[in-house]
């Protein structure tokens, strides 16, 4: 059928906030005080805007207010414009090289003014300096510039990357390390591997966590609080955690999805794959040790483990949003961990917004998300594009680190659900028979804070004047519905 949309009205709210200085020279924004209404009369003597008001004229003279503007300008406002005084806001201009933080300190201390503020100018898809952020095709893909200008992420929020380990020294990933303090001996925060006064291992659990000296997280397959990959070519847990957290805008590197969040080091596995045992324990410690979401960029075709669903429903219980790459063998069988129904399972999409070919698909992927050709961290300071699931799941998780910033208080299963929500439709056949999920991420759509809408379908109808025009859409027809 077709469907043919006659009027549809959008409107975005963004809560944006100006780095100081970024406002209009001369402008400023001022709303009077309710039982002003009625009141506001602008004129103009010997060149200064009045206002009728005797405490606000005096700082217009004073000031030297040349213009006011009122900012609504329907003369009928409605009532809940009213309440929150909208129609008394108005623009008042002055001399462009006056100091503008004085104007507004004078006219707050007013008794008719509510408040007073610069009229802001706010910087639009914020990009940052990285320098191999040209070549991260991903990031605007899913508009993480938008979503940076509503939060850049908060360094309370800590995603747990459960991998083979990364490399911790690394210039672009050493600064976004969770870092646990008790343990952190020398106070630097880094991990240092060293003996005391040196470094962190002097051999005690100082937080009695069970696990000693793990600073920035641990080694559940030797057993060990270092968690760097045994060789340069364990190289997946880095690429995965860069994607997810890498610094940002310190132009070094590549630019991150969650941009200040930071990540817990959690070694699970080398280039032979990531070992269960390992795999649940760092499961239960992310959990128990502040982590807010869980990326596992692995898995396998086999049926559930019950040790496994065990450990990723007691994260959930405990809080945790958890993502899973959906596998890479273009087939619609349930692969897991990302097959069970708590976690996200995530495949990949192309930069036509198509399913990657290589991507997994079916009734149990929930998201699709960037994972061809995405550029990230390697060891040794190097940095490569890699394909995979394994690329877009770090990707999603990076998303709910968005979210978590800009809502601290949500939960896991609100903030899952408003992934689902926000996500974009696809051109891509599989999505519209439902075996992509809710669509590709949208990264501003989800830190948006909620809007209001006032639309409301008041009528519609069946055009079929090229059928049998009986306004019924009958088999084979092609029709069009009008909604009013």
């Known amino acids: ?51 009728g008001i005797l405490t606000i004229d005096e700082l217009n003279r004073q000031w030297q207010v040349t213009e006011i503007k009122k900012v609504i300008l329907d003369p009928n406002p409605d009532e809940l414009a009213q309440q929150m005084g909208l129609d008394l806001l108005y623009l008042f201009t002055f001399p462009k090289t006056t100091n503008i933080e004085q104007i507004i300190a004078a006219y707050e201390m007013s ?56 490399d911790y020294t690394h210039e672009d990933l050493q600064d976004n390390f969770w870092i646990n303090s008790a343990e952190d001996i020398n106070h630097n925060r880094r991990f ?47 690429h995965c955690f860069g994607i997810a957290t890498a610094a940002t805008d310190n132009n070094i590197g590549v630019a991150s999805v969650a941009w200040n969040v930071k990540g817990m080091n959690l070694k699970c596995g080398n280039n032979s794959g990531i070992y269960l045992f390992p795999a649940i324990a760092a499961i239960y410690y992310a959990a128990d040790n502040g982590a807010w979401v869980i990326s596992m960029s692995y898995g396998s075709y086999r049926s559930q483990n019950i040790a496994e669903s065990t450990a990723l429903a007691y994260a959930w219980e405990r809080g945790l949003v958890e993502c899973g790459g959906a596998g890479n063998d273009n087939v619609q069988t349930p692969h897991f961990p990302s097959g069970y129904s708590w976690v996200i399972s995530v495949a990949a999409s192309n930069p036509h917004n198509m399913k990657a070919d290589f991507s997994n698909y079916g009734q149990s992927i929930d998201v699709c998300a960037p994972g061809v050709s995405i550029w990230s961290t390697l060891p040794l300071n190097r940095y490569a594009p890699y394909d995979g699931t394994s690329m877009a799941c770090p990707g999603a998780a990076g998303v709910a680190a968005l979210i978590k910033a800009a809502f601290p208080t949500i939960t896991n299963a609100e903030c899952t659900t408003r992934i689902f929500q926000s996500c974009d439709s696809m ?27 006032n639309l409301q379908v008041v009528n519609y109808r069946i055009n079929d004047q090229t059928g049998n025009n009986n306004g019924i859409p009958d088999p084979g027809e092609t029709v069009g519905l009008i909604i009013t």
Not at 5 to 17: Q, R, S
Not at 195 to 222: A, T
Not at 427 to 453: E, F, M, S, T
């Open 1 to 51: 059928m077709k469907q043919k949309l006659i009027l549809v009205i959008v409107c975005l709210a963004f809560g944006l906030n100006a780095e100081l200085g970024d406002y209009v020279p001369g402008e400023m924004l001022i709303q009077f005080k309710n039982e002003l209404r009625g009141s506001i009369n602008i004129t103009k003597q010997a060149g200064i805007a009045l206002t």
């Open 111 to 166: 008794p008719d003014a509510k408040y007073a503020c610069p009229n802001a100018i706010y910087r639009i898809e914020r990009t940052p300096n990285d320098p191999r952020y040209p070549t991260q095709w991903h990031l605007p893909n899913i508009f993480c510039p938008q979503a940076w200008d509503i939060s850049t992420g908060d360094t309370t929020v800590v995603t747990a990357i459960v991998d083979m380990g990364v």
């Open 192 to 238: 240092d591997p060293l003996p005391p006064p040196d470094g962190d291992l002097d051999g005690f659990d100082q937080d009695n966590n069970g696990y000693v000296d793990d600073v920035i997280g641990y080694d559940f397959v030797n057993g060990d609080p270092d968690p760097m990959p045994d060789t340069p070519a364990d190289d997946h847990g880095t």
């Open 427 to 453: 051109p891509d056949p599989l999505y519209r028979q439902g075996l992509l999920g809710y669509g590709k991420v949208n990264a501003a759509k989800a830190v948006l804070q909620p809007i209001r809408c």
